[in-house]
C-alpha cells in the first residue's frame, strides 16, 4: 500500500479482527456509531447504537466536512455522556473515532464505565493527531496513550492491548497527499508540475524512511487502538 494512505483500511482492519473476537451473542453498544459503519462487523452481536445525531454533513462550513451524514438509523439519540441504559447494560462497548468530537472525554468514559458489565470490553479508537474535521462537533485534535492510560485506569480498566496506527513518516505523507486539495480550497490556486514531482519525491523519501523506522510511533501516528477491561 502508497505511504500514508493505509489510515481507515488499518483501523478498519483492526476493528474487523478485534470485534470477530468477541464471543457470539454478547450486547454491544457502538458509542457515537454515526453511519454505522462498524456494524457490520457485529452480526454476531446483539448490536444497539447511540448517537447525539446533530451532525448533518455541512457542520459550520470550516474545515474537512463530509456533505452528507445519515443518522436516521440510530437505536439511541442522546448526548454520549448521558446515555438512558441502565448500570451494567452492556457486555461491549466500542467507541470508534469519537473521542475528538466531545468537549468532555473523560465524561464519556465514565458513562461507559457505569454501562459495562463487570469484566466487560472497551474497545476504543481515536486520532493522535488530525485536522479540523466535523465541525463546530470537533473539541481536540486527538490523544495520546498517557490519555488512556490515565484516564482508564482511575475508571478501574485495565488496558489489555494498545496498538498504534501508523507512524511519524505514514503521518507525513498522508499530510503531505492533501496539499494539492488544501492548496485549492484555501488558496484558489493549484500546485503545478513542478510542485508535483517535489511532492512525489518526498513521499517516495517517506516511503523508504518508514520501511526502516524503529519506533517512531511514539512521536506522532494516526492514532491509537485500545481494549480494555472493566475490573471494577
Not at 447525539?52 to 448526548?79: M, N, P, R
Not at 466531545?102 to 486520532?127: D, M
Not at 494498545?162 to 513518516?169: A, D, S, V
Request: aromatic share 12%; charged share 25%.
Amino acid at each position: 500500500m502508497a505511504v500514508g494512505t493505509s489510515n481507515e483500511s488499518e483501523r478498519k482492519k483492526w476493528l474487523d479482527k478485534t470485534l470477530g473476537n468477541v464471543p457470539e451473542g454478547l450486547r454491544l453498544l457502538d458509542a457515537g456509531a454515526g453511519e454505522l459503519a462498524n456494524k457490520k462487523y457485529c452480526s454476531h452481536l446483539i448490536y444497539v447504537s447511540q448517537d447525539f445525531c446533530q451532525y448533518e454533513g455541512a457542520g459550520d462550513s470550516k474545515g474537512l466536512q463530509t456533505g452528507s451524514w445519515d443518522t436516521q438509523h440510530i437505536d439511541i439519540v442522546c448526548d454520549i455522556a448521558n446515555i438512558p441504559e441502565n448500570d451494567k447494560s452492556f457486555d461491549v462497548i466500542l467507541c470508534s473515532e469519537v473521542l475528538e468530537h466531545l468537549p468532555s472525554p473523560a465524561l464519556a468514559l465514565q458513562e461507559f464505565q457505569r454501562l459495562l458489565i463487570k469484566g466487560g470490553t472497551l474497545i476504543l479508537t481515536a486520532p493522535f493527531c488530525s485536522l479540523t474535521h466535523f465541525s463546530p462537533y470537533h473539541y481536540s485534535t486527538g490523544f495520546n496513550r498517557y490519555f488512556y492510560e490515565y484516564n482508564l485506569g482511575k475508571l478501574g480498566f485495565e488496558i489489555i492491548e494498545t496498538t498504534t496506527n501508523g507512524n511519524y513518516f505514514e503521518y507525513l505523507a498522508q499530510e503531505i497527499r492533501r496539499i494539492p486539495s488544501i492548496v485549492e480550497q484555501y488558496s484558489e490556486k493549484r500546485v503545478s508540475r513542478i510542485e508535483r514531482m517535489v511532492i512525489n519525491a518526498l513521499l517516495k523519501a517517506l516511503a523508504r524512511f518508514s520501511t526502516f523506522d524503529k519506533g517512531s510511533d511514539e512521536l506522532l501516528c494516526f492514532g491509537y487502538h485500545i481494549v480494555a477491561k472493566k475490573r471494577l
